[in-house]
């Protein structure tokens, strides 16, 4: 079965169905275990702290989870691949988010999911994309996510790169709090306890 016949089978009435087609978009990004899974709970952890109600919530969490749709309907095979991309697939990467919101369109999904997908990568300094926006512009759940999946994806196993420690992970998101990510939702995420992985840095020193 292709990728987009897969992605036809699910329905995402419920979490449980986006779950699975979660499941499909990490398969796809190759990754070893649950990526999308693990950002949605720690971004909804990473949220509480910020009194968020629950049907906001439940928009980070459902974002989260579809925050990949795009690069999965795009099919592309240098996502696959273990080299730098060219300045030519860069730029055609980051139709991600865009194509991803219209995505979640597509299938039901809220609004306010739909935003959150496309404002994924967008940068606390205003040079993210697609949209350009900056500090408060960025909905405070869209910061969250930029945090959290990146957090994530540097401390994953996956096919174009080498997982860093926790520890490094961490000093990353220090370094580029005011650039890249809110300072705030850095200090918030940094001061949860489940924001380490117990083995992260046992599984790097292996």
């Excluded at 897969?6 to 499909?24: F, G, N, Q, R």
């Excluded at 971004?43 to 989260?64: G, I, P």
């Excluded at 597509?106 to 350009?132: F, I, M, T």
Aim: no cysteine; glycine share 4%.
């Amino acid at each position: 079965m292709s990728v987009s016949d897969k992605v036809k089978t699910v329905d995402p009435a419920t979490d449980s169905e986006l779950l699975t087609l979660a499941a499909i978009v990490d398969e796809f990004e190759g990754y070893e275990r649950p990526h999308a899974s693990r950002i949605a709970d720690l971004s909804v952890e990473t949220a509480k702290h910020f009194n968020f109600a629950s049907h906001d919530l439940r928009s980070l969490y459902r974002s989260a989870l579809v925050h990949d749709l795009g690069k999965l309907v795009m099919n592309r095979d240098y996502v696959h691949e273990d080299r730098l991309l060219t300045d030519e697939e860069k730029i055609d990467l980051q139709r991600h988010p865009v194509i991803g919101e219209q995505e979640a369109a597509k299938r039901g999904l809220s609004r306010a999911v739909q935003l959150l997908v496309r404002w994924h990568h967008e940068w606390w300094n205003g040079s993210g994309y697609p949209d350009g926006l900056e500090n408060e512009q960025i909905p405070l759940a869209a910061r969250i996510l930029r945090v959290v999946d990146t957090y994530i994806a540097l401390t994953e196993i996956r096919p174009y790169s080498i997982p860093i420690s926790d520890s490094e992970a961490k000093r990353y998101l220090t370094e580029w709090a005011g650039i890249e990510f809110d300072p705030t939702v850095v200090k918030v995420f940094l001061s949860l306890n489940k924001a380490s992985e117990p083995d992260s840095d046992d599984r790097n020193a292996e």
